[in-house]
């Protein structure tokens, strides 16, 4: 974790971009995750405007007594990495797997140490062989440091898709700050985003000192008044 803590705040679309999933498709995740009966995340307080929902993680309770005599290993838990947008996610937790391993590994162990199918993790195993990532014998496979995840990445055009991925979430979130009437002072660029046809001012025209109700219900949600008819 980035910080060390059990509470955890990054937002949908922070997380797309880690887990090349769509932003919907991570809040249904986490819904289904903090809907479980014994969850691995629990929310904490939701609906705090700009900021994300804070959510705990916390250990299971069917996996307490595990988790408290096993060891953490040392090393580096990576998000998706680029080219496994394109190869896959049963790709990329192989090779993870590979990547951890201290020596060759079968495929029937990979089976295990993954979570994944026999078939899954065959089919990845294709895969990365076929891009020159691992290599097999007697059974057995190992990496291929030799080929690099960033030139395939950029040869199938994934770094480009994350650029295209962030960009339009700034303007997602541009126009979620605008709609909460926040401006950010700091980066009016971003902030006019949403309409990057309207001109940008700063500072914004102060609302008028006297208005009435309905001024203010026009002034916002394009109210207007509906004749009365006589009766």
Not at 200 to 224: K, M, N, V
Request: charge should be negative.
């Amino acid at each position: 974790m980035k910080t060390g803590s059990r509470y955890i705040a990054f937002g949908t679309r922070s997380l797309s971009v880690a887990t090349g999933l769509d932003h919907t498709t991570v809040a249904a995740h986490l819904r289904r995750l903090r809907d479980e009966d014994d969850p691995l995340i629990d929310l904490i307080e939701n609906d705090r405007g700009l900021a994300g929902d804070l959510y705990q993680l916390r250990i299971p309770d069917e996996a307490a007594a595990r988790a408290a005599t096993l060891a953490w290993p040392a090393g580096k838990l990576h998000a998706l990495r680029p080219v496994f947008r394109e190869l896959g996610h049963p790709a990329a937790f192989v090779y993870e797997a590979l990547e951890q391993a201290r020596e060759p590994v079968r495929s029937f162990d990979l089976v295990a140490g993954t979570g994944l199918s026999r078939s899954a993790v065959y089919e990845a195993l294709e895969t990365l062989a076929a891009w020159n990532l691992i290599t097999g014998r007697d059974g057995r496979w190992t990496l291929n440091t030799a080929t690099s995840l960033t030139q395939l990445a950029e040869q199938f055009g994934c770094l480009e898709e994350i650029r295209a991925q962030v960009q339009r979430h700034r303007r997602e979130r541009a126009a979620y700050r605008l709609v909460l009437r926040v401006v950010d002072r700091h980066d009016p660029v971003i902030a006019a985003a949403a309409d990057p046809d309207e001109p940008y001012e700063w500072p914004p025209e102060p609302p008028p000192e006297e208005q009435s109700l309905f001024d203010l219900l026009e002034r916002e949600l394009g109210a207007h008044p509906i004749p009365t008819t006589a009766w």
